[in-house]
């Protein structure tokens, strides 16, 4: 890939760090969900953001196949559909893996301007399955969350992308 002026050169992501962040963002979802119950609708999905970052950033270490898995226990865990995150994440996912070369060429500001309507996409999934279900309309709260995903997006890349940045021994009289 050719690299903007000014762009740094990144270290490998470790693998451990990849799946630490996304354990540590489906801890955060399962805890705001357990402390403020599913009808805060208008939180920000946490893991549906780092899904999106690490398939946008390393495709072949997280894939379709990972954000099904956590869309199962996303599933298991709000006792809702066996299936609906997982069908929300996947093709979050997809869609996130298909626009990475793409998106990457933005800004971090412009990168959650693209993301708005994959946010909002796969939430619609997960009302439309709710809605065929009986629930009913989620109500307009329920339109905040993908715009507030959108607004952490810049947050949660900056703080993953911080290890990568790092030099790995740092010297002095060595430009990268």
Known sequence: MIMRPGQ???LPASIWFI???LIAALLLNMLS????GNTSLWLPDFLAVVL????VNQTRR???GAAFFFGLLMDVHSSALLGEHAL???LLAYFAVSMHRRLRWFTLDGQA???????FAAHAV???VRWTLGSGWPGWPALGAPVLEAVIWPIVATMLLAPQRRSHDHDDNRPL
Do not use: D, E, I, R
């Open 8 to 10: 740094q050169l990144l």
């Open 19 to 21: 799946w630490g962040a």
């Open 33 to 36: 969900t357990t402390v403020l």
């Open 52 to 55: 999106v970052y690490w398939n």
């Open 62 to 64: 997280v894939n379709v």
């Open 88 to 90: 929300a994440y996947s």
């Open 113 to 119: 301007v693209q993301l708005v309507p994959l946010f």
């Open 126 to 128: 997960q009302w439309l």
